[in-house]
């Protein structure tokens, strides 16, 4: 049997990260993700995989280490919460714009502003929708567990790889936070020189050999007409990454009549939601978005049929609602329930919320 | 004497670096930026390290850098360059990095960037272009404009009590311990070429040495910002530019 430890979920984060042949973390303390630096300098993975760790001065810079980083084709990342994503926003979109790959984690907390150090979901629009400006999507995987946080490192560089663009792991404080048992996967060692270059010539900039043209890393087209076939050429991406890369799981929708949509560690909670409508005799189901980009869009669709209503469960004012509403496109009530500003509700008062709903 | 009895190879005093691609210069002539380019393309020609050189280039006017010099580039946010060569030069120790910054880039919005990679002495170069305007955007006043110089957003000239202090970056970067050579240096005649030349050979040889950061300001002439021909530019620098901002090594080590 695999090894399990007991760990944060910011603490699995760091030791995915040098399990799974990161070349380099980049970040700027805040809390609640602190520990995932903290683990890393801890550890000194320099000492062991020839990890690189520094401690930036600003998310502005690690966004923009990370930037160069990613521009060399190594496995790089940073970590923040909300606030310090906001300020790596121009760099996100400076990494979409130059199809470069690379992992972003977000612990969120309650915002807007300074805001609180309590767990929110409040950056979803943010972080599916963009953030930064221009036209461009991120790969957004949304963890539920500390588990979710170990696995989902690998998992984002795997995917942020594939399609040369950048992943984000969508945490919250909760999650961050908690202490769960984590199962260690098998080590992968860090790419060589040798792996980069055959995996990364095409694009990365690690030197222009004789046998190539030189490699350059840029976002910038003056005129407008190469502009838009870039963006034409990312759009097509992200319509792949919508047809290949969904990630869900579903919580006795078989016979549900009613629906709770829900992700991170609010989904963990409203499994207990269903509990309580179950044991009413209320025909209650779960579906959990694992990809919040890609959405589960077709996973919901095709079970609007047999709902009565939907309800979306979020912390914040009511975000991911929008793209559940889009997709019942009116065809059955949508309904909402969340807390903000870091409160977290219980499942009693989900469920009670819920019944009004139905009733 | 026919012009085909003088082209031979053994009358050749001078060729064009093959680093320099063969695109033509957007740079607007009498621009200082041309000059620094080649000098950079002739030391990696010299030094034989093409496939060992990542340049990053900023937002300026020298943002198309990568259009002209045959090596791979990375193309930077706004100020942000001396964070990707940050990464970049410790990612990969074996490769000569170095960034290309102009006075708004380098010395206004990518303050912190700059400070604190020559603080913490990463193995890079710096090359600041210090032309005391914001060229690409149209002129505008840059953290370097010297007191009374006009600019699009100066227009009665730069005030103290209006528009702060010109900027003396490169004598703040020489206090920091984590520089190894700083250095102020200039383009318009022959012989400055030739300093400058030095200076920067200098400084990418550094980089390999394990010394801390090397930074090089060439102070220059943006005569499309300034508003006069070439010639008048280099005469307004060398009268006004000099004297502020004087020429030479504020750091060896
Ligand atoms: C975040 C951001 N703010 C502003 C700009 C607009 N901008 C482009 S170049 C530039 C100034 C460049 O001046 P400098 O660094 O002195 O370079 P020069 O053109 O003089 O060589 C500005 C403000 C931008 N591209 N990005
Ligand atoms: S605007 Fe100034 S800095 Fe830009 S190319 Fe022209 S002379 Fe050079
Ligand atoms: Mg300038």
């Given amino acids: 049997m695999a090894e399990k430890i007991l760990m944060k979920g910011n603490e699995a984060i760091a030791y995915a990260a040098i399990n799974c042949g990161c070349d380099g973390y980049f970040g700027y303390p805040i809390t609640p993700q602190s520990e995932v630096m903290e683990t890393l300098m801890k550890e000194k993975p320099w000492e062991t995989t020839g990890m690189v760790v520094l401690q930036a001065e600003s998310e502005t810079s690690s966004i923009n280490m990370v930037y160069g980083g990613a521009c060399c084709g190594k496995k790089v990342m940073t970590s923040s919460s909300s606030p310090g994503i ?14 470069l790959p690379c992992l972003v984690v977000n612990v969120m907390r309650g915002g807007p502003g300074l805001g609180t150090i309590q767990p929110s979901q409040g950056d979803y629009f943010q972080t599916t929708k963009g953030g930064g400006h221009g036209d461009y999507r991120n790969i957004v995987l949304a963890p539920a567990s500390a588990q979710d946080m170990y696995d989902f490192v690998d998992l984002g560089f795997e995917l942020a790889f594939k399609y040369r663009n950048p992943a984000i792991i969508l945490g919250d404080g909760v999650i961050g936070q908690m202490m769960e048992k984590v199962e260690l996967r098998p080590a992968k060692a860090r790419r060589t020189d040798e792996e980069i270059k055959k995996l990364c010539a095409s694009w990365a900039t690690i030197g222009k ?73 209320i025909k209650l189901g779960l579906l959990r978005p694992i990809t919040l980009f890609p959405y589960p869009k077709a996973a919901i669709d095709a079970l609007v049929p047999q709902l009565k209503s939907i309800m979306s469960v979020e912390l914040n004012a009511g975000q991911m609602i929008e793209d559940i509403r889009l997709i019942s496109n009116g065809r059955v009530p949508v309904n909402f329930y969340g807390r903000q500003g870091g409160m977290v509700p219980s499942p009693e008062e989900i469920f009670e919320a819920f019944i009004k709903t139905i009733k | 004497m026919d012009i085909k009895d003088i082209i031979k190879p053994e009358n050749k005093v001078y060729g064009k670096t093959p680093l320099l691609k063969d695109a033509i210069l957007h740079y607007c002539p009498g621009c200082s930026h041309g000059t620094v380019h080649k000098i950079i393309a002739e030391i990696i020609e010299e030094m034989g390290i093409q496939d060992r050189t990542i340049g990053i280039s900023p937002v300026g006017c020298s943002v198309f850098a990568y259009n002209y010099l045959d090596i791979d580039w990375q193309q930077a946010a706004h100020g942000r360059a001396p964070a990707l060569a940050t990464a970049t030069k410790r990612l990969m120790p074996d490769k000569y990095v170095f960034t290309y910054q102009g006075d708004g880039d380098l010395a ?13 002495g990463e193995n890079i170069v710096v090359i600041f272009i210090n032309n005391a305007i914001y060229g690409m955007t149209g002129g505008q006043m840059a953290p370097t404009t010297l007191l009374g110089q ?35 240096q200039s383009v318009q005649n022959p012989a400055a070429v030739r300093k400058t030349k030095k200076a920067i050979r200098k400084a990418f040889e550094n980089s390999m040495m394990k010394k801390g950061t090397s930074f090089v300001e060439v102070v220059s002439t943006c005569n499309s910002g300034w508003k006069i021909p070439p010639v008048q530019a280099n005469k307004w620098m060398e009268e006004n530019m000099f004297p502020f901002y004087p020429l030479g090594d504020m750091k060896d080590r």
């Fill in chain 2, 150 to 184: 006009v600019t699009a957003t100066t227009p009665y000239g730069r005030q103290a009590d209006l528009n702060g202090y010109p900027l003396k970056i490169t004598e703040l970067i020489a206090q920091l311990e984590g520089t190894c050579y700083v250095t102020r």
């Fill in chain 1, 209 to 281: 050999t004789a046998d190539r043209k030189a490699n350059t890393i840029t976002s910038l087209a003056l005129e407008a007409d190469v502009q838009e076939r870039f963006n034409i050429k990312l759009q097509k991406k992200y319509a792949e990454i919508e047809a290949n890369e969904v990630r869900y799981s579903t919580y006795k929708t078989e016979d549900a009549e009613h629906l709770i949509v829900a992700f991170g560690c609010m989904s963990r909670i409203c499994e207990n939601v269903v509990e309580l409508a179950r044991e009413q005799g």
């Fill in chain 2, 108 to 120: 206004s919005i990518g303050t912190a960037e700059i400070m604190h990679a020559c603080n913490r």
């Fill in chain 1, 86 to 99: 906001s300020l790596m926003c121009e760099g996100i979109s400076y990494l979409a714009g130059a199809e």
